[in-house]
């Protein structure tokens, strides 16, 4: 037998999220930003170190080409994590200040 919501039985919602959920996403999220961070260092050190050297041009644009990509994507999560583990953690100072008309999670 199958459970039917009735209309006298609404279905249950999901619980609010809390600040303690905003605060571990933010700390999480600025975990990966600073490891990202320090790889992105290495990244950018180690090619700085050791550049492409090939005797065909088709070859050293492809080289150069696949560093560039490789440092952007690298910084690219680095920021983009940045800006998650920011916005969450304004999302949780918001949250601390604002009325609870809810039961949190």
């Given at each position: 037998m199958t459970?039917?919501?009735?209309p006298e039985s609404p279905e249950p919602r999901d619980p609010r999220k809390g600040p303690l959920s905003f605060l571990s996403g933010a700390?999480?999220?600025?975990?990966?930003?600073?490891?990202?961070?320090g790889l992105s260092r290495r990244m950018v050190v180690y090619f700085a170190v050791h550049p492409p050297h090939y005797s065909s041009p088709i070859?050293?644009?492809?080289?150069?080409?696949?560093?560039?990509?490789?440092?952007?994507?690298?910084?690219?999560?680095t920021?983009?994590?940045?800006?998650?583990?920011?916005?969450?953690?304004?999302?949780?100072?918001?949250?601390?200040f604002t009325a609870r008309d809810q039961n949190p999670a």
């Open positions: 459970d039917v919501p009735t700390l999480t999220a600025g975990l990966l930003a600073w490891l990202a961070l070859a050293q644009n492809i080289a150069v080409t696949l560093k560039t990509l490789l440092v952007g994507l690298s910084f690219l999560a920021f983009s994590t940045g800006f998650v583990a920011l916005g969450l953690a304004l999302v949780f100072l918001r949250s601390l």
